[in-house]
């Protein structure tokens, strides 16, 4: 069975600085991984996602996730943070076959400070 | 940009009562799911959809819940008779399937059972 874990529950960050959201998956063949942000109030927005080739992967908003298959890891980084980056993060897994359903990490709540 | 949309954003209802919740989707996806959050827990798969019928359920999709495409554009979720333990936000998604699984969330209806 497919699994995500997102060790962090809540970071805080200073404006400005960088960022790195951990999750590891566990899955049986190569996944496809999502990231994906939750503003208050929002729904899921997707950031960016990884189906296979270059291991770095860019998103919107200055995002970057790298899929390392030998960790089982799909980290997400931005090299400086606004404070309007300040929102639940979720990493998902998913199956190559379409129609296959998502797997959530349980999300890591992320506060800026000024 | 297209996106999914969800009505309506807040429902409360009483125990007991029949809610359907409805998702317009991407218009030229094929794909389309029901996802939940319960307050403080992670995004819970319900079920997936393509070409008019159920692809995949979870164990939480039991025979009160339903779902339907009435009429080529609109996608819904019934839940039969509701219990104080689906208070919950309930998350549609769309994904285009073949070539590329990613899903594209709606904004979630916050559904309160009292």
Redesign the interface.
């Known amino acids: 069975a497919q699994s995500v874990t997102q060790p962090d529950i809540h970071i805080t960050v200073s404006e400005g600085a960088s960022l790195e959201l951990r999750c590891n998956y566990s899955y049986g063949a190569t996944p496809?991984l999502?990231w994906?942000v939750q503003s208050p109030g929002?729904?899921?927005?997707?950031l960016l996602?990884y189906?296979s080739g270059d291991t770095l992967v860019q998103g919107i908003k200055g995002f970057e996730a790298e899929f390392k298959r030998s960790q089982s890891s799909f980290n997400l980084r931005k090299p400086s943070v606004h404070w309007s980056d300040a929102a639940e993060y979720?990493c998902?897994v998913?199956?190559?076959?379409?129609?296959?359903?998502?797997?959530?990490?349980?999300?890591t709540r992320v506060l800026v400070k000024p | 940009e297209p996106e999914v949309t969800q009505t309506p954003s807040h429902q409360v209802t009483q125990m007991g009562q029949e809610v359907i919740l409805r998702c317009v989707p991407i218009s030229n996806h094929l794909y389309f799911y029901w996802y939940r959050q319960i307050l403080g827990q992670k995004v819970e798969f319900l079920v997936s959809f393509y070409n008019n019928e159920i692809s995949e359920k979870s164990e939480i999709f039991d025979d009160q819940f339903s779902v339907e495409r009435p009429d080529g554009s609109n996608f819904t979720l019934k839940i039969r008779s509701t219990k104080l333990e689906d208070s919950a936000m309930y998350f549609c998604a769309s994904g285009p399937g073949v070539g590329d699984q990613t899903q594209y969330f709606g904004p979630g209806t916050r559904l309160l059972v009292l």
């Not at chain 1, 929002?42 to 997707?46: R, S, V, Y």
């Open positions: 496809y999502f994906y929002q729904g899921l927005q997707l996602k189906f979720f998902a998913g199956a190559k076959a379409a129609g296959n359903k998502l797997t959530f990490g349980g999300g």
